[in-house]
């Protein structure tokens, strides 16, 4: 985590100061190489998310206060996102400087149309590119400069590099783009959704786990009771396991495992967003927030898997969904630990140990719901243990609003927002 210093320049005539400027930037160092990345001299594993460089809210869109970019980067870090990759062009100042006050590494693309492009076209990106490094290489969260959403030639490549070199020849980012696993120039690489290895220049997934569900659909259990549909249209439930799935891909073969590694990879997509879609809705659904940023089922999954620099560091257990259902309902329940065993125990009982797979999914088949509470307690070969509860709720009596605001409370200023979670109160 970045610390985050006010530098002033000062121009002085004649021993007075005649006009300054400050510049808010921090100060790390960074290593690419090794297959590896290291920031501060630590080796690092990407896990994040592959958001659109809109990052947009319902209805306002992009026009929102800095504290709401606060709002939404910040949570990134509390699932245990440590890379934010953001696509196709150059984020907004306001979202570049808000990473750096939440502690979101970045990776910043300039322009892109998802291939390599020759002529005016080249000469546009290369301009961007220049452009967004001089505007942007104050800001310590960038890691990354990212040339392209897909491969680019090997002339183009240190084309780029050329311009890094020239406008940012200190700042420890690494230049290159998507794809580039046999190239000589890039810095950095990787595939979209496969798993590279490297000794190399360090390669991480750039949009993996796809998948699609929205809020609305918990479980094939619970109403609407949406079960999984083809391609892309999974429920919370699904797509929590999925995430965990695809992520065990990259996790195997971390830093430590070999001589070739994965440097991680990044998940696309963060919020639910009024971008392209590829399950049955007309909008994204495959966020690990919705499109206000309430959590998902995913979220707490990344939460226990990503936390910690490349092994995990801290014990942790989720029991993924809730404990309400009609008598009689039957379903597999699953649990997500960083523990090598896990027992359930449902009102005290114990149901025995989960079946282990993908490294931190545990199952159990065909359990039958009975009102009270479920308990997950996962232990470790060190000793360490954590546990997770959910319990059946009764019916709900009241609402609750719960106001998220900036650093000086709601302002009414006419640029402000109100942002209220509403969430009912159970007997």
């Known amino acids: 985590y970045g610390y985050l210093y006010r530098v002033t320049t000062s121009l002085v005539v004649n021993g007075k100061v005649a006009d300054a400027v400050d510049t808010l930037t921090g100060f790390r160092s960074t290593r690419f190489a090794d297959g590896m990345i290291q920031l501060n001299g630590r080796t690092m594993q990407v896990h994040g998310y592959a958001q659109r460089t809109s990052n947009e809210w319902p209805a306002v869109g992009v026009s929102i206060p800095p504290w709401i970019s606060d709002f939404s980067n910040a949570l990134m870090v509390e699932s245990g996102g440590n890379m934010v990759r953001w696509m196709h062009i150059t984020p907004s100042k306001q979202d570049i400087e808000s990473a750096d006050r939440v502690g979101l590494p970045q990776a910043m693309p300039a322009g892109d149309s998802e291939r390599d492009v020759e002529g005016r076209r080249w000469d546009q990106r290369t301009e961007q590119m220049r452009s967004a490094i001089v505007y942007n290489r104050n800001n310590p969260s960038i890691l990354f400069y990212e040339s392209g959403n897909e ?118 997509i963060w919020s639910d967003s009024n971008t392209h879609y590829r399950g049955d809705n007309n909008y994204r659904r495959s966020g690990e927030v919705d499109a206000v940023r309430i959590p998902k089922e995913g979220f707490y999954a990344h939460q226990v898997m990503w936390n910690g620099w490349v092994d995990v560091e ?114």
């Open 151 to 268: 491969s680019i030639s090997e002339a183009h490549m240190a084309e780029m590099k050329a311009i890094r070199d020239q406008y940012d020849p200190n700042g420890g980012r690494a230049i290159g783009s998507r794809e580039m696993l046999d190239s000589k120039v890039a810095e950095y690489g990787g595939e979209m959704l496969y798993i590279n290895k490297s000794a190399r220049i360090p390669m991480w997934a750039m949009e993996y786990s796809r998948d699609e569900a929205a809020r609305l659909y918990q479980d094939a259990q619970t109403p609407p009771f949406h079960a999984d549909a083809p391609d892309y249209n999974r429920n919370q439930d699904s797509q929590a396991k999925e995430d965990v799935r695809r992520w065990w891909d990259y996790y195997r073969i971390r830093p430590g495992t070999g001589r070739r590694v994965s440097s991680g990879g990044v998940n696309i």
């Open 314 to 427: 801290r014990p942790a257990t989720h029991i993924i969904g809730h404990w309400n259902y009609a008598a009689g309902t039957t379903k597999d329940l699953s649990v997500v630990s960083t523990g090598d065993t896990v027992e359930l125990f449902l009102n005290g009982r114990s149901l025995g140990h989960g079946t282990r797979s993908s490294g931190f999914l545990f199952t159990w088949p065909g359990v039958t719901w009975q009102p009270g509470s479920l308990r997950a307690v996962a232990s470790g070969r060190d000793g360490r243990r954590s546990e997770h509860v959910v319990e059946t709720v009764g019916a709900p009596v009241a609402l609750r609003l719960t106001p998220h605001t900036g650093p000086r409370g709601f302002v009414m200023d006419g640029a402000d927002i109100a942002l209220v979670d509403v969430g009912a109160v159970h007997h």
